[in-house]
């Protein structure tokens, strides 16, 4: 059984969060519930604090029953307590010490979604589909995700222990020391044939500007004949939405970037595009996307596709389409619960299902990671199904009939350097496509 809390150990920000303001227990209710169900909640709670071999917590009993109520319902709705919702808060303010890595549960393991760019974990080599089997020589297995993070969470400089198992190695350990982690979200390069390279690691506050500061600074080291951008969204696990919403909205002259729709309609909302926003207007585009590509990642590689800006390349993304709410409730901690869906400018839901590309570029064997084919949020227990598109037409995330390609990313260490073989791929699909713009018509 899979079931994911994707959590981010390091400064990153949960994928697609909306926050509103402290509320009472009660004043989220829209309808109480049927008076049998809480007197047989309150009943069972009486009888094993009365009854059960040991004592527990007053609020022990109380908090495990609002997490399994809410985890049963999709891979990211939860329950956080007083401590975990100042975790939370502490994910988005950076200021604790972490290692860097997005993590899931697999079989009662913590499994690595991806590794972050520029972390303890990234440059300690650890890698997607990692299964940390024990943390400082104590078994992880049935431990719980939120667990499992204030575990390795730590002051920074200390150190702690992971025992890996990858593929069909023998387990291995890696001692890692925590950092505060402040992650450079964009990095860009000029590549041979005045073609620019973007990489962002995940979706922060800081990403709107670094994209824009990146655009400008390969403009001028291209004499202002930049001539293809190469955007690498691959291993990115998204962010922040509005991030996501400016990037695709500064290669874009106007329209619709992403739209959501939840359960009440007075809860639906379209994000656009400036109506001049296109920085790079008739520079040919390839974004590429792999199985850890993301939420926010995927809404701007699905803009991009759908908007007809852009060709993505690569494999199968993941496929995490849903928006969650993290509601606080006064002096109990919060909810956060799944509120809604993001769809592309067609109307394509990309839940379960995910970006493919218009250009399948797998990695050769010898430069994918070992642990085999990415987890992706269609094998999630619970896991919201696709909906459909919002025309009515088949919700598929995919561009054509064919087996979505969901094949094992390249090594992290190769992304975006000169062995670094899909993006060898995307360079000369763009030197293509501008030697076939330059021909005469026939």
């Not at 049927?34 to 609020?59: E, F, K, S």
């Not at 009662?108 to 440059?123: E, F, H, N, Y």
Request: proline residues 6%; glycine residues 12%.
């Amino acid at each position: 059984m899979t079931r994911a809390r994707l959590l981010i150990l390091s400064a990153s920000v949960a994928a697609c969060v909306a926050a509103v303001p402290l509320v009472t227990a009660f004043a989220v209710q829209r309808d109480d519930p049927p008076p049998a169900d809480l007197g047989l909640l309150a009943g069972v709670i009486q009888l094993v604090h009365r009854d059960y071999v040991h004592q527990l917590g007053p609020d022990q009993l109380t908090t495990d029953a609002l997490k399994g109520m809410l985890n049963r319902l999709d891979p990211h709705s939860d329950y956080m307590d007083e401590q975990e919702f100042k975790q939370s808060q502490a994910d988005m303010s950076g200021r604790f010490g972490g290692l860097g890595i997005q993590i899931s549960e697999q079989d009662g393991l913590p499994k690595v979604i991806s590794p972050i760019d520029g972390t303890p974990a990234s440059r300690a080599g650890i890698e997607p589909g990692d299964q940390i089997v024990m943390i400082d020589h104590t078994s992880a297995r049935g431990v719980g995700l939120n667990k499992v993070v204030a575990i390795l969470r730590g002051d920074p400089g200390s150190s702690v222990t992971l025992t890996l198992l990858r593929g069909k190695q023998d387990p291995f350990d890696v001692t890692i020391t925590r950092e505060i982690i402040k992650v450079e979200s964009v990095k860009s390069a000029l590549e041979p044939g005045n073609v620019g390279y973007i990489r962002i690691s995940q979706f922060g506050g800081d990403t709107s500007d670094g994209f824009k500061n990146a655009i400008t600074g390969l403009k001028r080291q291209a004499d202002g004949g930049l001539k293809g951008l190469v955007l690498d969204l691959r291993n990115d696990p998204g962010g922040l939405l509005t991030a996501a919403v400016n990037v695709a909205g500064n290669l874009l002259d106007g329209g619709t970037v992403v739209s959501i729709r939840g359960r009440h309609s007075g809860d639906d909302q379209s994000f656009s595009a400036p109506a001049q926003g296109d920085m790079l207007a008739g520079v040919p585009i390839v974004v590429l996307v792999n199985g850890a590509s993301a939420s926010a990642s995927e809404i701007v590689a699905g803009a991009l596709q759908d908007r007809h800006r852009a060709t993505v390349m690569g494999t199968q993304s993941f496929g995490k389409g849903s928006v969650q709410t993290v509601i606080p409730i006064k002096g109990h901690g919060a909810v956060r619960l799944t509120t809604a869906l993001y769809y592309t400018p067609s109307g394509r839901s990309i839940q379960d299902e995910g970006i493919a590309p218009d250009i399948v570029s797998e990695a050769p064997k010898d430069q994918q990671i070992a642990g085999g084919a990415m987890l992706r949020e269609a094998s999630l227990t619970g896991a919201i199904a696709n909906p459909g598109s919002l025309n009515g037409a088949p919700g598929k995330g995919q561009t054509s009939d064919s087996k979505p390609i969901s094949s094992a990313p390249i090594k992290a260490e190769l992304i975006g350097k000169p062995g670094d073989s899909q993006l060898k791929a995307a360079l000369a699909y763009l030197e293509q496509h501008r030697s076939e713009a330059g021909k005469p018509a026939q």
